[in-house]
Structure formats: structure tokens, C-alpha cells
């Protein structure tokens, strides 16, 4: 009698990285992607929002039209279109060395969940300036205006194992850090130590 051949096992299909909040992650694609810290994805923030509004500010008051409306034209340009075309990157992204991806798929988001990433995080940004404006009049009400952006990225605090915003979690996007970058925080540290030797130099004489 002809051996048998052994009955074929059955393996299991290796599961696909999921985004926050579908599932856990796989971790030979997802676990592995050098997360952002939240000091350098809020440093990103900003800058982009501070370009916008000072840009949105000039026009807004040249164009005798809502400051509102230009303001999230030119944060849908920006966050979006841009980013879109250039590798997850905005100028506050370039900045600071981190691009944004699909957790999934580890590519760039597409355009639809770009935009429904940035209409949460542009409101909140756009409520927080409202709500400087209010406490530079000293009106305790623009705390409130704030809290939003503080608990969106509060929640990237918290959460220590994907460092998900709450503007993430509905794309289950991840931001990353990448050599394509400009390292504005190493040479402000590069130029701040220059002018600290200097500065003592001249002390010395």
C-alpha cells in the first residue's frame, strides 16, 4: 500500500493591519510605524493654523468677506489638497519631520478622508483662536472655545499605544515620523545653543 499523504493543515490567513478602533492592529505593519510624538504633531498644528489665520486675516479684511470662510479654504488647501499631493506632508508637518497615513494601508489617506479628518481638527483650531480672542478680553467664556482642541489631542496623551487624536479615530489615521523634513525643532535648539555660547563669551570679557 501507497503512503498516504498527511491531511493538510489548516493555517490560518494572517489578519491585515486595522486602523484604530477596527480591531487590533497587526503587529508585523502597523505596530512597528515610529509613532509621532504629540509635543511634535501639535507644534505642526499650529503652524499650519498660524499660516492660515495670518493669511486668512489679511484676506478676509481685503476681500470685505467673512475671515471664516477664507480661513477654512485655505486650511482645506493646505491640510488637505496639499498633503494629498505631497507625501502626508503640510508646512507644519514638514516642519517638524512627521507625515500623516492610513493605518491600514499605510498609504496617504484619500482625498474624502482627508477631508473628514480636517474638518474636525480646522473646527476646533478655528474655535480655539476664537476662544484666545475672548480671554484677551478677559472674558472667561473662550476657556470653553478652547476645550475642544485641548481634549482632541489629550486624547492622543492618553492613549499610549496608537497616540490616536479623536480627529484620527473615525479614518483610523497615524502620524509618523520621517526623514523628509526641515527639523525645525533641532535647529531652533542648534540656534538657541549658539546664541547661549556667544552670549557667554561675551560675559567672559
Same mark, same amino acid.
Given at each position: 500500500m501507497r503512503d498516504r499523504p498527511p491531511p493538510p493543515q489548516n493555517r490560518r490567513r494572517p489578519r491585515t493591519a486595522a486602523? $484604530?478602533? $477596527?480591531?487590533?492592529? *497587526?503587529?508585523?505593519?502597523?505596530?512597528?510605524?515610529? &509613532?509621532?510624538p504629540v509635543w511634535r504633531r501639535g507644534a505642526a498644528t499650529a503652524i499650519d493654523g498660524l499660516l492660515v489665520w495670518m493669511v486668512s486675516s489679511i484676506? %478676509?479684511?481685503?476681500?470685505? +468677506? !467673512?475671515?471664516?470662510?477664507?480661513f477654512f479654504a485655505l486650511w482645506f488647501a493646505l491640510r488637505v489638497v496639499m498633503v494629498a499631493n505631497n507625501r502626508g506632508q503640510s508646512p507644519g508637518r514638514l516642519a517638524m519631520d512627521?507625515?500623516?497615513? *492610513? %493605518?491600514? @494601508? &499605510?498609504?496617504?489617506?484619500? !482625498?474624502? *478622508?482627508? +477631508?473628514k479628518r480636517e474638518a474636525?481638527? %480646522? +473646527?476646533? !483650531?478655528?474655535?480655539?483662536?476664537?476662544g484666545l480672542g475672548q480671554l484677551a478680553q478677559i472674558n472667561p467664556a473662550g476657556v470653553l472655545l478652547?476645550?475642544?482642541?485641548?481634549i482632541d489631542y489629550a486624547a492622543a496623551i492618553a492613549d499610549t499605544d496608537q497616540r490616536a487624536a479623536l480627529h484620527d479615530?473615525?479614518?483610523?489615521?497615524?502620524?509618523?515620523?520621517?526623514?523628509?523634513? !526641515? @527639523?525645525? *525643532?533641532l535647529k531652533v535648539r542648534r540656534w538657541y545653543q549658539l546664541l547661549r555660547d556667544r552670549s557667554d563669551r561675551f560675559m567672559r570679557k
Open positions: 486602523p $484604530y478602533g $477596527y480591531g487590533p492592529p *497587526d503587529p508585523n505593519r502597523s505596530a512597528y510605524l515610529p &509613532r509621532a484676506l %478676509g479684511a481685503a476681500l470685505h +468677506t !467673512f475671515a471664516a470662510i477664507v512627521i507625515k500623516v497615513l *492610513d %493605518g491600514r @494601508s &499605510r498609504r496617504i489617506p484619500t !482625498f474624502l *478622508d482627508l +477631508t474636525i481638527v %480646522g +473646527t476646533a !483650531f478655528w474655535l480655539a483662536l476664537m478652547i476645550a475642544p482642541l485641548g479615530r473615525p479614518i483610523g489615521s497615524v502620524i509618523i515620523q520621517t526623514q523628509r523634513g !526641515f @527639523s525645525l *525643532d
